[in-house]
T-cell receptor, first 111, second 112 residues
């Protein structure tokens, strides 16, 4: 089973603060990476993708990928209470087959 | 555009009972996935289809779980004799020919 490790397991940040979520993977053939967000009682929803090494910014969210280091991260700037959710890192080798998910990071943003 | 639809949303069973979950993927998506998500964990693949063909069911407990997608559209996941360890949310997801997966809201199963 391919490994996707996420850290930390849980994270509490104040409103307006920066949240940083980390993900490491074991398979150097991994090509496609996604961050998903899941609010309580809902299915996971795609937040953003990153397929190339470097940074990708979408609004308050910045993803970073380093395939050589087998590492991807997500940074949430100016965190809002509505960002409180479970965040999953997911990866796929070909993009057209199974996506492997980490166990998730539970983010709580305190007003 | 309608999303992935799953039913029922909730199910409560006694051990040994059977249950079926139904999934209607996004129209035009040829790939359909069933994931199991235990409480406070990430989704874990059970089985996935491309059209009506099973591509990978290696993680499906074959003695009690079965899944079909006979016409390459809707799909049913069945648990023949539920165990307490099956308590989890069962997520259906679909994907077009692109690296993105769209999830339904899931069926929360409790086996007592």
């Amino acid at each position: 089973q391919q490994k996707v490790q996420q850290s930390p397991e849980s994270l509490i940040v104040p409103e307006g603060g920066m949240a940083s979520l980390n993900c490491t993977f074991s398979d150097r053939n991994s090509q496609y990476f996604w961050w998903y967000r899941q609010h309580s009682g809902e299915g996971p929803k795609a937040l953003m993708s990153i397929f190339s090494n470097g940074d990708k910014k979408e609004g308050r969210f910045t993803a970073h990928l380093n395939k050589a280091s087998l590492y991807v991260s997500l940074h949430i700037k100016d965190s809002q209470p509505s960002d409180s959710a479970l965040y999953f890192c997911a990866k796929s080798n070909t993009g057209y087959q199974n996506f492997y998910f980490g166990k998730g990071t539970s983010l709580t943003v305190i007003p | 555009e309608a999303g992935v639809t799953q039913s029922p949303r909730y199910a409560v069973l006694q051990e040994g009972q059977a249950v079926s979950f139904w999934c209607d993927p996004i129209s035009g998506h040829d790939t359909l996935y069933w994931y199991q998500q235990p409480r406070d964990q990430g989704p874990q693949l059970l089985v996935y289809f491309r059209d009506e063909a099973v591509i990978d069911n290696s993680q499906l407990p074959s003695d009690r779980f079965s899944a079909v997608r006979p016409k390459g559209t809707n799909s049913t996941l069945k648990i023949q004799s539920a165990k307490q360890g099956d308590t989890a949310t069962y997520l259906c997801a679909s994907s077009p020919r692109a690296p993105e997966v769209f999830f339904g809201k899931g069926t929360r199963l409790t086996v007592v």
